[in-house]
Each structure stands twice: as structure tokens, then as C-alpha cells.
């Protein structure tokens, strides 16, 4: 019944099951790391929030991977690529208007000013289909 210390396999001594200091260091190192990836992925984060600055257009909030790809297709335009390189078609009812499949479920919207196609948005289908008259 007595409470003797016992030297543990780290080379501690002490009571229990086990050494209350490699624990107490173990949960030290853990709440480290978890502060360190904390702080990387804020980092991360913020990067990739400022990179939004250079957009013509509003890409937040989108999915990253639509981001990504509506970039693409921005700098494409910039360079004076056809939007028809990207799929794009002029709406039926706004000749001055092309829309470009980005995915599969988000397209930019485009205005045609003459000899310059200016990215306006991007949106989603639900956003797109309110949008349409008649659609
Ligand atoms: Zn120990």
C-alpha cells in the first residue's frame, strides 16, 4: 500500500502508471504544434486572401478550385485569347454579353466593349438561372 517512487523507462522517477513529466512535456509539444499549424494555416489563409486584391473581378467566396480556374481564363482575356478558346458564347438575348463555362457549375460573365471583353462575375447556376429571363 505504500507509495514508493519507481523509476520509469524515460529515466524519471515518480508515481503511477506513468511519468508525469515526459506526459506533462508530451502535452506541451502537442499544444505547440497545434499552435504552429494554427498559426500556418493563418498565414496560409492571409496569402491567399491577398492574392484576391489583384482580381478584376470579385472571385471570394467562390470555391477554391473555380478561383484557380476563373484566373485562367481572366488572364487568358488579358492576353487576348477568344473567349471561344474557353467555350464562351454571346447570350442570345445581350449580344453584348458572353458567358464562359469556369466548371461545370459556375460560368463568367463577360461584357463585350467592342475591342475589349471585360470579366464582370462569376456565377454560380442558381445564381445564373435567377438571373436569366425567362430561364
Ligand atoms: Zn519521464
Same mark, same amino acid.
Given at each position: ?8 523507462? @524515460?529515466? &524519471?522517477? *515518480? $508515481?503511477?502508471?506513468?511519468? &508525469? ?6 502535452? /506541451?509539444?502537442? +499544444?505547440?504544434?497545434?499552435? /504552429? %499549424? ?12 491577398? #492574392?484576391?486584391?489583384?482580381?478584376? +473581378? =470579385?472571385?471570394?467566396?467562390?470555391? #477554391?478550385? %473555380? %478561383? ?5 481564363? +481572366? ?7 477568344? $473567349? ?7 447570350? /442570345?438575348? =445581350? ?6 463555362? %469556369? #466548371? ?5 460573365? @463577360?461584357?463585350? @466593349? *467592342?475591342?475589349?471583353?471585360?470579366? $464582370?462575375?462569376?456565377?454560380? &447556376?442558381?445564381? $445564373?438561372?435567377?438571373?436569366?429571363? *425567362?430561364?
Amino acid at each position: 500500500m505504500s507509495r514508493r517512487k519507481k523509476i520509469f523507462s @524515460c529515466g &524519471h522517477k *515518480g $508515481y503511477g502508471q506513468v511519468c &508525469h513529466r515526459c506526459a506533462n512535456e508530451a502535452e /506541451r509539444d502537442r +499544444i505547440l504544434q497545434h499552435d /504552429r %499549424v494554427r498559426e500556418e494555416k493563418r498565414q496560409q489563409k492571409q496569402e491567399w486572401d491577398s #492574392t484576391f486584391a489583384q482580381d478584376p +473581378i =470579385n472571385l471570394k467566396n467562390l470555391p #477554391t478550385h %473555380v %478561383v484557380v480556374k476563373a484566373r485562367v481564363i +481572366i488572364a487568358g482575356l488579358q492576353s487576348n485569347k477568344n $473567349y471561344r478558346e474557353y467555350g464562351g458564347k454571346r447570350l /442570345r438575348h =445581350n449580344r453584348w454579353i458572353i458567358s464562359i463555362p %469556369v #466548371t461545370r457549375n459556375y460560368r463568367m460573365i @463577360c461584357h463585350d @466593349c *467592342g475591342n475589349l471583353l471585360l470579366p $464582370y462575375a462569376v456565377l454560380s &447556376h442558381e445564381d $445564373y438561372n435567377v438571373d436569366k429571363p *425567362g430561364g
